[in-house]
Each structure stands twice: as C-alpha cells, then as structure tokens.
C-alpha cells in the first residue's frame, strides 16, 4: 500500500515552461487536492476533485489546470511557468472532503519545484 | 477575514512538556486538526476535534475552545524526535481547511 505518490520530487524550470506533477493513490480515495506551502505562510489550495470527472478551483489556480480521469490520479499542470510558482507542491487525498469529521488528509511527499 | 494565529517558533527541553497555543477566526467552524511536519517532509495527522475538551492520544493531547476560537496542542515527555512543525486547521462551514503557518518546535537536550 504505497499511499499517495508525487512524481518527480525536484524539478527546475526556465520562465515559461511548462510541465505536469504526478500524483496518484492507491487508497480509492474520491478527494484529492493540490497545495502549495511556501516559507512563512500556510498552506494554500490550488485545486480541488471530489471525485473522478469533477475538479474545482481553490484559493490560489491560476497558472494551474488539473483533471481527474480516474479515481487514483490527479496530475497538476503548470501552463507557463513563472518564479512566484517555486514552492513546494503537495498533494493529498481522504476519502471524503478536506479532513471531514475524522477523516484527515494523507499526503504526498512532495515536489520542489524552482522557477528560475 | 478568516485567521489562524500561531507562534511561529518555540524552543523546549527534552523530557519536559510543551504548549502550542492556536486561535482562529473561520466563517462557521466544523472541527479543528493538528498535523505534524519534519522538515523537507510532508504533514501527517496528529488529531481532530470537533466538541469542547481535551482530547488524549499517548504523549499528545489536543484541547478545544470553540466559544473562545482557541486549540492547544500539548506534548508531552518530549523526544528529540518531536523536532518539527506542527500546523493548526480547522474546517469552515464549507468544509474548507483554513491552514496556519505552524509552530516550529525545537527541542534541545
């Protein structure tokens, strides 16, 4: 049971390049959610899925587009990358909502990400 | 708005116990988390409270005020392992995380 995997845990990019960031669970999880958490603030949430064909925005999309095809992946797609994206991205996942009742989030280990 | 208010670092002694102290501010409150984070590593839940009181788990208990919008985090017998981050995150009426920014916690021998 490998959890929730993110691939590839360090990246660089050049402005304007784009790229995707893999996540995938093995937990038949329906939510899955991307945050990125930058020195000195919390984590802010990029976007969303409740299930399998359903995505949605959170606090901070843009640049970013996701899709959910399937239960187990949700990939992250950076459009053009700028600097203000390097961060660390994480990906995380529960069965139901964002830590609904006792259900917490379980997440990835992480990508870090540099946008030079 | 919508605030979490944490002390950003503390420093506490190995085998003593240490407080970290959380307040916030959400539009409507469904609960409250704690997570743990080592450095360069990801969050990993620690506990969740949803009533008023004091919520025990081994060396870790968790209190919570909801009328006050105040959580505490107490650890206790510390190990140098605890050395981390430890974030606060209650849930909104949405059922949306509000994250704070964490409390690093260093312990010395």
């Known amino acids: 049971n490998a959890g929730v995997t993110q691939t590839p845990k360090f990246q660089v990019l050049k402005t304007g390049q784009s790229m995707t960031l893999q996540c995938a669970q093995d937990m038949n999880h329906e939510y899955m959610s991307w945050y990125r958490q930058d020195p000195g603030m919390g984590l802010r949430l990029i976007h969303y899925?409740?299930?399998?064909?359903?995505?949605d925005q959170g606090e901070v999309p843009n640049g970013y587009n996701v899709s959910r095809s399937t239960t187990e992946d949700f990939p992250l797609r950076l459009l053009s990358a700028a600097p203000s994206q390097t961060s660390v991205y994480f990906c995380?996942?529960?069965?139901?909502?964002?830590?609904?009742?006792?259900?917490?989030?379980?997440f990835g280990n992480g990508t870090r990400l540099t946008v030079t | 708005g919508q605030n979490i208010d944490q002390p950003t670092e503390m420093t506490a002694t190995e085998g003593a116990i240490v407080q970290i102290n959380c307040t916030y501010q959400?539009?409507?409150?469904?609960?409250l988390f704690w997570y743990q984070q080592h450095a360069g590593e990801a969050p990993t839940f620690l506990s969740y409270?949803?009533l008023d009181g004091l919520e025990e788990k081994g060396r870790f208990s968790s209190f919570l005020s909801r009328s006050k919008g105040y959580s505490y985090l107490l650890l206790k017998e510390l190990q140098m392992k605890d050395s981390a981050s430890y974030l606060c995150a209650p849930l909104d009426s949405n059922y949306q995380l509000i994250w704070g920014a964490g409390t690093k916690l260093i312990i010395k021998p």
């Open positions: 995380a996942s529960s069965p139901v909502g964002q830590g609904n009742y006792n259900s917490p989030l379980h």
């Open positions: 409270n949803v």
């Open positions: 959400t539009s409507g409150f469904n609960g």
């Open positions: 899925s409740v299930g399998a064909g359903i995505t």
